[in-house]
């Protein structure tokens, strides 16, 4: 598998560091540990890790601040956040950093799993695609061919969620390829009820799959829940928007609260 | 302060009096003096006549001696200072006052005369203010004159002397001098005495004054300013006695009635404050207990996994990875509770809350045989809230009730639509009828940790509660006594 299955984990407290270990380890992962961000970047050097799991809260150099060291120095290295105190604020700087994902702590078998499998699978894709294939922190994935109705309404969390605004003022959230495997094996997904007020940072669904790993999808954008694409899943349901290697599938449609400050956690696509 | 109110009112009044009583006691005394120096005109014009009619009969007669006599006895009499006559050219005929010459001349300018010889010719009658003059005499001594023409009759110039003649109309004047010590003295004893008056009205005045400013004004106003102090020193309960149903009454129950809500405001603030800090504890707290909790969340099911073969041992680590799963969720409900952020709002119905909150509890209920009665408002307005912190409210709240109630109790819940100054509210009340809460301890059930449940209350249910009614712009009282029940309500703004 390559680098597929090579993770490093940077976490300086001992029983998390084991947890990793033994989850990750029954799966067929290799896990390594660093105590801190300066160990890591020593570990780096010489080891081939496709996945990177990161605490924020480290002694010396934070978390965020190796996330973000990571997307430029290691583009192709595949890096998550996790931590005790997922408040939106932390998850939304994470994903903006370069996250590709954010597991709050404590997390459960299955919660970590289905991050980091999904993790090993772009790891596989990029190792497959033709050399210097970009990260997926320049943009959505490497080589994708914009949607019919261009890049131009999209705006993307990190790497995590994008949303469109629409002409009629709604916005829909949704995710990406990297979604597709999950949610066509979902057995159970939750949506937020009609009129719900969601928040960038919170979860706004949950999607378990019928072997047992579950998936967190970080809400890209604030607002008032007016459509949830429930159909979707199991290899059913709305994928009009589907295109190519974006191949991308909208979850929530909301009516945005328009904060300023939230569309400076949103960036526009950027060729990579 | 006070001295310098009563101060100024005292000076204010006190000066009006001086003036008031000084004109008055002016008046009166020239009134007096008008008076008394009237009497004595009259009392000298009779005198004067009278000399007039004894000594007619001596000039008549032409004794001379006798008219001479006359005027000496009575000029010698006390309280007359002179009596003359001097003849129409104004030489001084007859004099009892020895020290005048007989024959000096009388200034015809001077003084009463003027009245009849301002113009040319002399006047014939006169009035006898206009016959009178006061003066100073050589000695000092304030008199009277008055004088009192002879007038020619025929018996005078018809008289064997032939002093006269006919066409004579004034023979000669008759000036009686009377000294005006008497009237003086009067009129200083009056002055005297009105000054006392005078003087003793303006301190009575003063000093009534000053008494009641001091029970009415001063001691209430100074009652007020220590309350101030006090309160500006930081006890804000301290109330002020005063019964009095006048302005300073109602200004000092409405003094204390600010500082009471200043008070309760100052607690709710304290409050808040508490209550952020705790959600900073907590936050603290909880992240470090992920750390652990991640731990053996991990390992337990580990271990549940490879225990499909023993079912003993699979039950048994299936409590184990349970109640780690709650020990998750109670941090992230701690957690929630910390944040600052508002929580997942949707549009909620008081009233399905509550109805969900019952079935939830139904169980507890039947088993203590409670009676739960529910009063919902079928027109009762939605509200943004979130749903789950509504439950936790309304789960809690029902809880008390029943942990409060004896066997066969009652818990009534009632929600209602209310209009109040201005603005729409939802009201939902939760009432019980057991034993009540003393009022001292009402304040305190708020706080973090505060229970009544011993070890099996964590005292955070109201704490949480009222920080939820706070987040949603609510407010919740309770109104309890013992002996009467508790009542909890709610209030959610529309």
């Not at chain 1, 540990?33 to 020593?42: D, K, L």
């Not at chain 1, 934070?62 to 595949?78: C, D, F, V, W």
């Not at chain 2, 006549?49 to 005027?71: C, Q, S």
């Not at chain 2, 005045?205 to 000053?210: A, F, K, Q």
Request: charged share 25%.
């Amino acid at each position: 598998m390559g680098r597929a299955n090579q993770v490093l984990v940077v976490e300086d407290e001992a029983v998390v560091v084991a947890s990793v270990q033994k989850i990750l380890g029954s799966e067929g992962f290799a896990v390594e540990a660093a105590g801190s961000a300066e160990e890591a970047m020593q570990k780096l050097q010489t080891g081939g890790y496709g996945i990177i799991l990161i605490d924020i809260v480290l002694p010396g150099v934070s978390g965020l601040q190796l996330t973000e060291i990571l997307r430029k120095s290691h583009p192709r290295a595949i890096t998550i956040t996790f931590s005790g105190l997922a408040t939106r604020e932390n998850v939304i700087e994470a994903l903006r950093c370069g996250a590709f994902d954010f597991i709050p702590k404590p997390f459960s078998f299955e919660e970590l799993l289905g991050a980091v499998k999904r993790a090993a699978a772009v790891v596989e894709r990029m190792d497959a695609a033709p050399a210097g294939a970009g990260r997926r922190g320049d943009g959505p994935f490497a080589g994708a061919s914009p949607p019919p109705d261009g890049w131009e309404g999209y705006r993307f969390l990190g790497d995590h969620t994008w949303a469109k605004f629409e002409e009629d003022g709604s916005a829909v959230i949704g995710v990406d390829e990297t979604f597709a495997a999950a949610l066509a094996q979902a057995e159970a997904l939750e949506f937020p009820g009609a009129f719900e007020e969601i928040k960038q940072g919170h979860v706004c669904v949950r999607i378990t799959t019928r072997d047992k790993t579950v998936h967190l999808v970080w809400c890209a954008l604030s607002g008032v829940v007016v459509e949830s694409n429930a159909g979707i899943g199991g290899g059913r349901g709305d994928n009009s928007r589907t295109d190519s290697a974006f191949n991308g599938t909208w979850l929530v449609r909301v009516w945005p609260e328009q904060g300023e400050e939230e569309a400076r956690n949103l960036r526009r696509y950027t060729q990579p | 302060m006070r001295s310098r109110i009563s101060v100024k009112l005292i000076l204010a009044v006190g000066c009006v009096t001086v003036v008031i009583v000084g004109l008055f006691s002016y008046s009166v005394l020239t009134a007096q003096h008008t008076a008394l120096l009237s009497q004595v005109e009259h009392h000298a014009d009779q005198l004067s006549e009278t000399i007039k009619a004894v000594a007619k009969y001596d000039m008549l007669l032409n004794h001379r001696e006798g008219v001479h006599r006359t005027i000496d006895v009575v000029g010698q009499q006390p309280g007359i200072r002179a009596v003359r006559i001097f003849n129409k050219e104004g030489a001084i005929i007859f004099s009892s006052d020895k020290e005048e010459t007989v024959g000096s001349m009388v200034d015809k300018r001077a003084e009463a005369c003027f009245a009849c010889h301002a113009i040319d010719r002399p006047l014939e009658r006169l009035a006898i203010p206009q016959r009178t003059r006061v003066f100073v005499g050589d000695k000092g001594v304030r008199s009277l004159g008055i004088i009192n023409p002879i007038y020619n009759e025929p018996a005078c110039w018809q008289a064997s002397c032939h002093a006269h003649e006919a066409a004579q109309k004034v023979l000669g004047i008759l000036d009686v001098t009377m000294s005006l010590k008497y009237v003086d003295q009067q009129a200083d004893l009056n002055k005297v005495k009105l000054s006392v008056f005078a003087v003793g009205s303006v301190l009575a005045i003063s000093l009534i004054l000053w008494l009641f400013v001091h029970w009415m004004v001063g001691r209430p106003v100074s009652e007020l300013v220590k309350a101030t102090n006090i309160v500006a020193g930081g006890d804000l309960n301290y109330k002020i006695r005063m019964e009095k149903a006048d302005e300073l009454g109602n200004l000092a129950t409405s003094f204390t009635d600010r500082t009471q809500r200043l008070a309760e405001v100052q607690m709710q603030l304290y409050q808040s404050e508490k209550l952020a800090s705790l959600g900073r504890l907590a936050a603290g707290v909880a992240h470090e207990i992920n750390n652990p909790l991640t731990g053996v969340m991990t390992f337990a099911s580990f271990l549940l996994k490879r225990a499909d073969h023993d079912p003993e041992l699979k039950a048994d680590l299936e409590v184990i990875v349970r109640e780690t799963m709650r020990c998750r969720e109670i941090v992230k409900g701690l957690l929630d509770f910390a944040r600052p952020t508002p929580g997942k709002r949707t549009k909620v119905s008081a009233n399905d809350i509550i109805t969900h909150a019952e079935a939830v509890l139904h169980n507890q209920l039947m088993i203590k045989k409670i009676t739960f009665e529910a009063r919902l408002d079928p027109n009762l307005p939605d509200i943004m809230a979130d749903r789950g912190q509504l439950e936790q409210v309304y789960l809690n709240l029902i809880v008390n009730a029943i942990d409060a109630v004896e066997e066969n109790g009652r818990i009534t819940v009632s929600t209602d639509h209310v209009r109040e100054n201005g603005s729409a509210y939802v009201a939902v009340s939760v009432r019980d009828n057991g034993p009540g809460i003393p009022p001292d301890q009402i304040p305190k059930v708020f706080e973090p940790f505060y229970t009544t449940k011993g070890a099996k209350g964590t005292g955070l249910g109201l704490a949480v509660v009222w920080a939820i009614m706070e987040k949603h712009q609510g407010s919740i009282r309770i109104e309890s006594e013992p002996g009467r029940g508790t009542a909890v309500n709610l209030r959610f703004p529309v």
